[in-house]
């Protein structure tokens, strides 16, 4: 089951074009990730498949149903959760800031308790719920990011650059621990990086992307391995740095 697809889609800046993507879909328990170099146009896809950002040309499908690119119902974008680089956790405890989304829902106070606790064990993080969120480390910060999108069980869970303020060890064991959960969960993710080792332990699916178009997508494995012509001047520089 294809839950977004995007067809001659365009978004441009300035008579710039950001992006020119002719199809491309997620399905039902995708694991795709997103790589590029800066300024490739990577968070503009996830954008605009997240109903953020309305394209200037182009048509959006949510499950087989053509979506009004101007109009894109908070409903709709309820759907979807977001965890970007940044954190951006509220000036409240660690159990209010996980608990918000639902509470914004208007879920019942039982339902918001046990979802909370069963987050906060899920990322380790039972013990910080009554820490100010603004006294977290780097890596709890974010396990709290992860947990706030995940307790809202998104159709479809967007990733902008989660790990890549994160020490390597942090970041290390954040990433192992998450990957175990999406194995638990299957939920359908959008993992945007320009960190190969990331994407490799992630994701099953790859799309590269340069000056705003798709030059190569596949399964992980054989993208990273076989890379076009056109991919591979990103990919293999990565592969000679980081011998993986
Ligand atoms: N609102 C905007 N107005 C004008 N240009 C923009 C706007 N948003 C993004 N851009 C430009 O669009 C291009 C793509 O940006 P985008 O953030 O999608 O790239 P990215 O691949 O996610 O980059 P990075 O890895 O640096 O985060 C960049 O050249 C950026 O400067």
Do not use: C
């Amino acid at each position: 089951m294809k839950i977004l697809e995007l067809y001659d889609v365009k978004v441009t800046a300035n008579k710039q074009t950001l992006l020119d993507v002719a199809s491309f879909s997620i399905q039902q328990g995708d694991l795709v990730g997103v790589i590029g170099p800066n300024g490739a146009g990577k968070s503009t896809l996830l954008k605009v498949l997240a109903f953020l950002q309305a394209p200037n040309e182009g048509q959006v499908f949510y499950r087989g149903e053509k979506e009004d690119a101007n109009s894109f119902s908070l409903e709709l974008r309820r759907r979807f959760a977001v965890a970007m680089q940044q954190s951006l956790l509220f000036d409240m405890d660690v159990h209010q800031n996980v608990a918000i989304g639902l509470k914004l829902r208007k879920e019942n106070k039982k339902a918001i308790q046990e979802k909370v606790d069963h987050w906060l064990e899920k990322f380790q993080i039972g013990h910080l719920a009554k820490k100010n969120a603004r006294a977290l480390s780097g890596g709890e910060a974010q396990r709290v990011n992860l947990a706030r999108a995940l307790i809202l069980e998104p159709e479809v869970l967007f990733l902008d650059e989660p790990f890549s303020a994160l020490d390597f060890p942090t970041k290390a064991q954040l990433i192992e621990d998450f990957k175990e959960i999406l194995h638990d969960t299957g939920t359908t993710t959008f993992f945007v990086s320009h960190e190969l080792l990331e994407i490799k332990h992630l994701t099953k699916r790859l799309v590269v992307i340069m000056d705003g178009k798709i030059i190569q997508q596949g399964v992980t494995k054989e993208v990273i391995d076989q890379p076009n012509e056109a991919a591979g001047r990103f990919l293999n520089k990565w592969k000679e740095l980081y011998t993986i």
